[in-house]
Nanobody, 116 residues
Framework: QVQLVESGGGLVQPGGSLRLSCAAS????????MGWYRQAPGKERELVAT???????NYADAVKGRFTISGDNAKRTVYLQMNSLKPEDTAVYYC??????????WGQGTQVTVSS
């Protein structure tokens, strides 16, 4: 069984920062891709950022220059540093990992609310 557990969400004022973490546990040989997605009320889930095992990153245009994804394969953990947060960043954030068995797994989600 593989589990992903996110932490670090919360309420922050516009312009503030948050750091999300997601740790994987269970039967994992290695991780191919780590990523973060988000889903705002009434909207579809969308990509925020991904990082490959080799360190290549990809960001949604809406977060480029403000968010930074990083991963630690040894700790089986992915992070998302979010700076200069805007109200439109409010959403439930989900981590995702694609493992060596080519299956992908999702966390339960963590709420991020940006409001004054």
């Amino acid at each position: 069984q593989v589990q992903l557990v996110e932490s670090g969400g919360g309420l922050v004022q516009p312009g503030g920062s948050l750091r999300l973490s997601c740790a994987a546990s269970g039967s994992i040989f290695w991780i191919s891709v780590m990523g973060w997605y988000r889903q705002a009320p009434g909207k579809e889930r969308e990509l925020v950022a991904t990082i490959t095992r080799g360190g290549s990153t990809n960001y949604a245009d809406a977060v480029k220059g403000r968010f930074t994804i990083s991963g630690d394969n040894a700790k089986r953990t992915v992070y998302l540093q979010m700076n200069s947060l805007k109200p439109e960043d409010t959403a439930v954030y989900y981590c995702n990992m694609i493992l060596s068995n080519m299956r992908d797994y999702w966390g339960q989600g963590t709420q991020v609310t940006v409001s004054s």
